[in-house]
């Protein structure tokens, strides 16, 4: 019996031993994951096993001079929970990081770039850091499969939640669940995880791929379109309140003259416009819906006249009053969105402008379309043509040389040219090769400064930034510059919103361009608008500040002086549209020549005045209701009931709540 025993534990401890030494020699090893962003590897993350509970990782990516770095470790707890973590490097701006997260299972205190707190913690919420790698998505993934509710608190405020698992069996016999996870930003999170490893994050046009996984990508973000779009019919069903006859009472109507007609009755059949009369009792029907518009303003829906549409942006145009967008670059697909937007098969804005993109090659290309010669761009300008795109948008690593043969070619075929200035060239110089108009306010401060810059880096952020607030626009060279846009009826998109946001945001401060709507976003959004924009300290801050400031004097000098000026976002839809509205009107611009500009101007354009941007019998109903007048106080334009678009009416709190957004209160 003893010689049993002790066999049996000799057996066991040698079992027990090899296992030990097979966990040991797991430490260490590395898992490799590529990063790809639009379709091309453009960094990595690794992560490494450093101990029991313990990891390390770093993660990269580029993106035309600009993308994050960071270094990263963790320690989790018993229950997989972030016990431990710490962070270092730098963010998608360059800006420094160095965050950390401590905890002993009563108290937990940490620093990022919100500040310094402290708390009271058990271990049982995860902590969501501000910068880092896809390392918390991975552990995030894991507690909701062992969560018995599909829940899971976030510290030190927040809650995710499992919403959807799609089991799939991959060509190569992998069997993997794709996650669809609610409560981080305003759309759905998605993971793919096998065995209770994250193999990809999929998000848009950035992709994280283990390295095993690689050659599967397509093949899952193929599958993942296909779960999103499901969901995204899913919503545009609940949320679709379709119109018929509609009568909207006591309204104050907005004019293509930018006045107030007041007290109006606006009635609605299905997509038109069929009366605008003075209101009385006798308008009612029974067969009608009524709305009672007293005290608020009834607007044709705006146009957000520099827009990069993806199926999940359309929900915020709509939310934000937006029923018309130019999209100045996109994938060759984007006819096949616009017909999902039109019918209504997936809520968003009807695209009146289609822009072609081209960029020449090197390290700072825009990687939607890249050309690797003259010819090749020629082509790709006929390619658009093809497809019934309006414009072509050249970018910044277009060769000099090359513009004059781009925008014959463009012109000949009627077709409009902007775009950014290439590198080492002027804006003055691209406009007298061929363009039509420019993008972004900076592109028209480097014009003061020098053909030298290399402006497909940084450097066109940062020179302005710098250098901006010495633009004297008394000056001759300005002025002659101002005489050559009005001459040549050159269209200035300033964009202007994004550089409050580059130019004045302070880090752990939120961004004064997010800051009336930052407390209504879900966690990770909020977060994103503490970082700072361009790094900047001592007589910087001052000097940006002042830079900014010119940007605006400029965009009221332009439009004075009649340089037709569109209101465009490049970025997060709605709340962006609304600041760069409001930023308009702080330059100078009175706040009805303002809303002209988001309407009936962007509307002729574009050249669809006929039909929309403006409140008239037998136009398009597609209006917007706002509670107040923006007439008297501009941010009013944040405060929209309900947009109608296409015979459907959406109420704002609902498209908002889709997403995970308060609505305005």
Same mark, same amino acid.
């Given at each position: 019996m003893h010689i049993k025993n002790r066999i049996f534990s000799l057996v066991l401890f040698i079992s027990l031993l090899m296992a030990c030494k097979q966990k040991q020699t797991n430490y260490g090893d590395k898992i490799v994951y590529d990063v790809v962003f639009r379709e091309n590897v453009a960094g990595k993350y690794e992560k490494t096993k450093t101990g029991e509970s313990t990891y390390e990782y770093y993660y990269t990516y580029t993106d035309r001079g600009r993308g994050p770095e960071f270094e990263e470790k963790i320690r989790l707890n018993?229950?997989?929970f972030v016990s431990e973590q710490s962070i270092t490097g730098v963010n998608y701006r360059k800006a420094s990081i160095n965050e950390s997260f401590s905890s002993d299972g009563v108290k937990a205190?940490?620093?990022n770039s919100g500040g310094k707190e402290e708390g009271n913690f058990k271990g049982g919420e995860l902590y969501f850091r501000y910068n880092g790698s896809p390392a918390i998505y991975e552990i995030l993934g894991q507690l909701l499969l062992r969560s018995n509710n599909g829940k899971v608190g976030l510290y030190p405020s927040g809650e995710a939640e499992l919403i959807q698992k799609t089991p799939f069996k991959l060509s190569n016999g992998s069997l993997v669940n794709l996650l669809m996870v609610k409560g981080l930003g305003m759309n759905p999170t998605y993971l793919w995880m096998k065995d209770g490893q994250m193999v990809a994050k999929i998000a848009g046009n950035l992709h994280v791929?283990?390295?095993?996984? #690689?050659? &599967?990508?397509?093949?899952? #973000?193929? &599958?993942?379109?296909?779960?999103e779009d499901d969901f995204l019919i899913g919503v545009s069903e609940r949320l679709t309140h379709k119109v018929g006859k509609a009568l909207i009472q006591n309204v104050n109507v907005f004019t293509e003259e930018g006045t107030l007609l007041l007290n109006q009755d606006v009635q609605v059949d299905g997509k038109t416009i069929m009366s605008i009369k003075p209101s009385t009792d006798s308008q009612r029907h029974e067969d009608m819906l009524v709305i009672d518009g007293l005290g608020k303003t009834l607007m044709p829906g705006m146009f957000d006249m520099h827009t990069h549409n993806t199926k999940f942006r359309g929900i915020l145009h709509l939310a934000g009053g937006v029923t018309a967008v130019r999209d100045l670059a996109n994938n060759k697909q984007l006819k096949d969105l616009s017909a999902q937007f039109n019918s209504n098969e997936i809520l968003g804005?009807?695209?009146?402008t289609f822009c072609g993109i081209i960029d020449g090659p090197g390290p700072f290309a825009n990687q939607r379309n890249v050309v690797e010669n003259l010819e090749q761009g020629l082509s790709e300008i006929q390619v658009y043509k093809d497809l019934g795109y309006q414009q072509i948008k050249l970018y910044s690593s277009i060769k000099p040389e090359w513009v004059s043969s781009l925008t014959e070619k463009a012109h000949h075929l009627g077709m409009r040219v902007s775009g950014h200035i290439p590198a080492y060239m002027t804006a003055s110089q691209a406009i007298e090769k061929g363009y039509n108009e420019i993008q972004h306010i900076n592109m028209l401060f480097l014009n003061f400064l020098s053909d030298t810059i290399d402006t497909r880096t940084p450097l066109r952020h940062t020179m302005p930034a710098i250098h901006g607030a010495d633009l004297d626009l008394e000056s001759d060279e300005y002025l002659d510059f101002v005489n050559l846009l009005k001459s040549k009826q050159i269209l200035i998109d300033p964009?202007?919103?994004?550089f409050e946001n580059m130019y004045v945001a302070k880090k752990g401060e939120p961004s004064p361009t997010y800051s009336m709507i930052i407390d209504?976003?879900?966690l990770m959004d909020q977060r994103g608008f503490y970082n700072g924009g361009l790094p900047k300290s001592g007589e910087k801050v001052k000097r940006y500040q002042d830079s900014f400031d010119k940007m605006l004097h400029v965009i009221f000098d332009l439009y004075e002086k009649g340089i037709p000026i569109v209101p465009g976002t490049d970025g997060l839809p709605g709340f962006l549209y609304h600041r760069e509205l409001e930023l308009y009107h702080a330059s100078g611009i009175p706040a009805s020549e303002v809303l002209q500009l988001a309407t009936i101007v962007s509307a002729k354009i574009t050249g669809v005045s006929s039909t929309l941007g403006s409140i008239e019998v037998g136009k398009q109903a597609d209006l917007i209701l706002v509670d107040?007048?923006?007439l008297e106080n501009i941010s009013d334009i944040r405060r929209i009931e309900w947009t109608m678009k296409g015979g459907n009416?959406?109420?704002?709190?609902?498209l908002y709540d889709s997403m995970g957004i308060q609505h305005f209160k």
């Open positions: 018993d229950q997989n205190s940490w620093v791929v283990q390295e095993d996984f #690689k050659s &599967l990508r397509s093949e899952m #973000k193929q &599958l993942q379109d296909g779960v804005p009807q695209i009146v964009t202007v919103a994004i209504r976003l879900p107040g007048n923006p009416l959406f109420y704002a709190e609902e």
